[in-house]
């Protein structure tokens, strides 16, 4: 599942780079890509692309509030211009996290 923030993102990319990153989401939904699909820190994991020298990632976190469904949520994407992911859009994703599961409570007590 796609936050809004992350559907943007997607939407302002050069279609061959959004085909690039879609490509790469299907390949780690078939199986662990430890290249394409990592853990960072509190909960937060990272969607690596790499396509014509542009570093695209997205990152993402779990719900795993339904018994019988995990859902990736990716919260939001960039272009990663250091090696490291900037401590902004690992807060970022938190951020967005709890505004899903504060959302998603919202939608379960209506």
Do not use: C
């Not at 490509?23 to 960072?40: A, C, H």
């Not at 401590?87 to 998603?104: H, M, N, Q, T």
């Amino acid at each position: 599942m796609f936050l809004p923030e992350a559907v943007e993102y997607l939407k302002s990319l050069d279609r061959k780079h959004y085909e690039k990153i879609l490509f790469n989401i299907r390949k780690v939904q078939s199986g662990y890509e430890p290249d394409l699909f990592r853990k960072l820190t509190g909960g937060i994991w990272e969607f690596r692309t790499l396509f014509e020298g542009t570093h695209h990632r997205l990152l993402a976190f779990w719900d795993k509030s339904e018994n019988l469904n995990t859902l990736v949520i990716t919260s939001h994407g960039f272009i990663k211009k250091k090696s490291k992911v900037p401590e902004k859009e690992v807060s970022k994703a938190k951020a967005l996290r709890i505004k899903y599961f504060e959302d998603k409570n919202k939608t379960k007590k209506l």
